[in-house]
């Protein structure tokens, strides 16, 4: 049975931890999970 509803949007960004740089820039990035 289909749903007329709409859901929110959701993302998740994955970056390696191993680069402080790239978790520094993710944190101001508009993913909902890094």
Do not use: H
Not at 4 to 18: D, E, F, I, K, Q
């Amino acid at each position: 049975m289909p749903s007329n509803r709409l859901r929110p949007r959701r993302s998740c960004l994955a970056v390696p931890g191993s680069n402080p740089r790239f978790l520094e820039k993710a944190q101001g990035l508009p993913a909902d999970q890094v």
